[in-house]
């Protein structure tokens, strides 16, 4: 069956580094974009990053830009979400995404807190 199984969420200070990672089964990996959402305590859920199938291209929501990375090895059937320069702001449960037209599967969620 599909899974998307997200990790690498954790307890980070202001200004540290997270790499978030997704593995995925069940489908065909190679041929749906990715995307990160982000879920805050009584805030909707936001899109936070994209990457196309072949990961040729990539879009940012403002609030993360130049300091997320969003990338992705389709030999391993796993998208990455790379964090720096963290924020208490960027604390949410965040989600993995998979899309194909109408399409779309979820992971749990991984939490990411940033708090000194």
């Known amino acids: 069956q599909v899974q998307l199984v997200e990790s690498g969420g954790g307890l980070v200070q202001p200004g540290g580094s997270l790499r978030l990672s997704c593995a995925a089964s069940?489908?065909?990996?190679?041929?749906?974009?990715m995307r990160w959402y982000r879920q805050a305590p009584g805030k909707e859920r936001e899109l936070v990053a994209h990457i196309t199938s072949a990961g040729a291209a990539t879009y940012y929501a403002n609030s993360v830009k130049g300091r997320f990375t969003i990338s992705r090895d389709n030999a391993k059937s796993t998208v990455y979400l790379q964090m720096t320069s963290l924020k208490p702001e960027d604390t949410a449960v965040y989600y993995c995404?998979?899309?194909?037209?109408?399409?779309?599967?979820w992971g749990q969620g991984t939490q990411v807190t940033v708090s000194s």
């Open positions: 069940g489908f065909t990996f190679s041929t749906y974009a």
């Open positions: 995404n998979a899309v194909l037209s109408y399409t779309s599967y």
